[in-house]
């Protein structure tokens, strides 16, 4: 697959490569839709601008708050780091590469 380039705009399908627990995140590997990027406050100190995104898989997202709260959700908020945008036709080249693999 094409990564590497961060997400622009609301509706691009990106893979999850990064999280606040590092590569061992619970939603690194995952896929998600960018629903749109936070303009309503300062980019994060830490991980700069942020996006919020929707589960592309259909199962929830498991969130932990600062307070050590968890919750589940389909929305959860990434930073733009943390995301690679998947070139829909890089997709469908991976998925037909897996299958030639597995036959």
């Not at 690194?28 to 406050?41: E, H, L, M, P, Q």
Request: glycine share 8%.
């Amino acid at each position: 697959m094409s990564f590497g380039k961060a997400p622009t705009a609301p509706n691009q399908l990106c893979r999850i490569i990064g999280s606040t627990a590092g590569p061992n995140g619970t939603s690194v590997g995952r896929k998600c839709v960018t629903v749109k990027k936070i303009t309503d406050r300062p980019p994060h100190s830490l991980w700069g601008e942020m996006w919020e995104c929707e589960s592309a898989d259909s199962l929830p997202f498991d969130i932990e708050y600062g307070d050590g709260t968890k919750k589940k959700s389909m929305r959860a908020v990434f930073a733009e780091d943390w995301l690679e945008v998947i070139e829909p036709d890089s997709d469908v080249k991976e998925e037909e590469k897996e299958k030639e693999l597995t036959e």
